[in-house]
């Protein structure tokens, strides 16, 4: 199983840019999707973005489409998450999770990271 590792959280104002950035173990990091999804306190955990093995597909949430953007460096094993123009409700612990390719669809993911607080005040 891949293990994975966020970092690059913190606390910005409304209007700020935050880059996340997660990095894995293992070998085989160039065959699987990626994604990131992100809790809310007293909420379910959310899909936020997912990016394929090869970065030819990419997908949002709505509710960040336009203001984040999802890369990744297979040389470097890690994924990062771009967000800009954050506002306060996406205030949430960001996890990173990594799967088969067809989880670039499914979003069915077997292995998590631990996560990284983000919090945007107003």
């Known amino acids: 199983q891949v293990q994975l590792v966020e970092s690059g959280g913190g606390s910005v104002q409304a209007g700020d840019s935050l880059t996340l950035s997660c990095a894995a173990s293992g070998r085989t990091f160039n065959s699987v999707a990626m994604g990131w999804f992100r809790q809310a306190p007293g909420k379910e955990r959310d899909f936020v973005a997912v990016i394929s093995p090869s970065s030819n597909y990419r997908n949002y949430a709505d509710s960040v489409k336009g203001r984040f953007t999802i890369s990744r460096d297979n040389a470097k094993n890690t994924v990062y998450l771009q967000m800009n123009n954050l506002k306060p409700e996406d205030t949430a612990v960001y996890c990173c999770?990594?799967?088969?390719?067809?989880?670039?669809?499914?979003?069915?993911?077997?292995?998590w990271g631990q996560g990284t607080q983000v919090t945007v005040s107003s």
């Open positions: 999770a990594s799967g088969s390719p067809i989880a670039t669809i499914s979003r069915n993911f077997n292995s």
